[in-house]
């Protein structure tokens, strides 16, 4: 969990600002939206290949991208 300390003279809205920036760099959110309903296995492992798929997916498309000229 981020932890934020009040520095001297600071408003709580400042720290406030900087409690949700660490929270979203963190990925606290999106991991609690995540686990909030169980996810069978299977759906697991259907998600995380589906993943991978669209990840090699744009990668071959940006080296073709790269190695054909643009056509202005």
Known sequence: MP????RDNEPF???LRR????C????????????EFYEK????RK????AAVK???KRTSMER???TRPNY
């Open 3 to 6: 932890l934020v300390r009040l």
């Open 13 to 15: 809205e400042v720290a």
């Open 19 to 22: 409690f949700k920036r660490i």
């Open 24 to 35: 979203e760099k963190t990925g606290v959110l999106s991991e609690i939206r995540r686990r």
């Open 41 to 44: 296995p299977t759906s697991v």
């Open 47 to 50: 998600r995380k290949a589906a």
């Open 55 to 57: 990840r090699q997916q």
């Open 65 to 67: 991208n790269r190695y």
